[in-house]
T-cell receptor
Framework: GENVEQHPSTLSVQEGDSAVIKCTYSDSASNYFPWYKQELGKRPQLIIDIRSNVGEKKDQRIAVTLNKTAKHFSLHITETQPEDSAVYFCAASMRNSGYALNFGKGTSLLVTP | DGGITQSPKYLFRKEGQNVTLSCEQNLNHDAMYWYRQDPGQGLRLIYYSQIVNDFQKGDIAEGYSVSREKKESFPLTVTSAQKNPTAFYLC????????????FGSGTQLSVL
């Protein structure tokens, strides 16, 4: 089964609105949760990350929240802009793979002007 | 950008042929990884290496092989046993194997002739 589930698979918002992407994970030993943004044909780029000893982290318009008890974490983008349009991936470290990252299937975000 | 170089950018494989994807990093990172990306499937871990001369299978290692003879190099061979090799392959590295930020290469698109 999947170790990291990500929802929704597609998300369309109007410019200026907020976007929220949610992920759940199964390994209680996971301790690192990054979010990557990938534009078409390019490499994934880290946009924000959080560790298990922190509940929330913000960087300008982007924030991530982590609920270790419920094993879920979320990405929040406020005041969305057309250039935010991309595929976003969440990930969690996996104890049974030397803490390599296990990725969700991605969310295709479209921000319309 | 990121100090990881993948080559070639595009690769074509004939039936029954083995092909090798190159990945080199100059970041002095201990850990290196290979991921496969298919549309709508996110990134799936093929192999990872936490230290020179050692590597471990990921979730989808069948039909692939790797070597880690040098710290800076982690080539991936797609063998003829891999029946569906068409995908975008991403190499990554991190400072250590323990839940660290991944730096990705620019990827290799492999297609079957």
């Amino acid at each position: 089964g999947e170790n990291v589930e990500q929802h929704p698979s597609t998300l369309s918002v109007q410019e200026g609105d907020s976007a929220v992407i949610k992920c759940t994970y199964s390994d209680s030993a996971s301790n690192y949760f990054p979010w990557y943004k990938q534009e078409l044909g390019k490499r994934p780029q880290l946009i924000i990350d959080i560790r298990s000893n922190v509940g929330e982290k913000k960087d300008q318009r982007i924030a991530v929240t982590l609920n270790k008890t419920a094993k879920h974490f979320s990405l929040h983008i406020t005041e969305t802009q057309p250039e935010d349009s991309a595929v976003y991936f969440c990930a969690a470290s996996m104890r049974n793979s030397g803490y390599a990252l296990n990725f969700g299937k991605g969310t295709s975000l479209l921000v319309t002007p | 950008d990121g100090g990881i170089t993948q080559s070639p950018k595009y690769l074509f494989r004939k039936e029954g042929q083995n092909v090798t994807l190159s990945c080199e990093q100059n970041l002095n990172h201990d850990a290196m990884y290979w991921y496969r990306q298919d549309p709508g499937q996110g990134l799936r871990l093929i192999y990872y290496s936490q230290i020179v001369n050692d590597f471990q299978k990921g979730d989808i290692a069948e039909g692939y092989s790797v070597s880690r003879e040098k710290k800076e190099s982690f080539p991936l061979t797609v063998t003829s046993a891999q029946k569906n090799p068409t995908a975008f392959y991403l190499c990554a590295s991190s400072g250590t194997a323990w839940s660290e930020k991944l730096f990705f290469g620019s990827g290799t698109q492999l297609s079957v002739l």
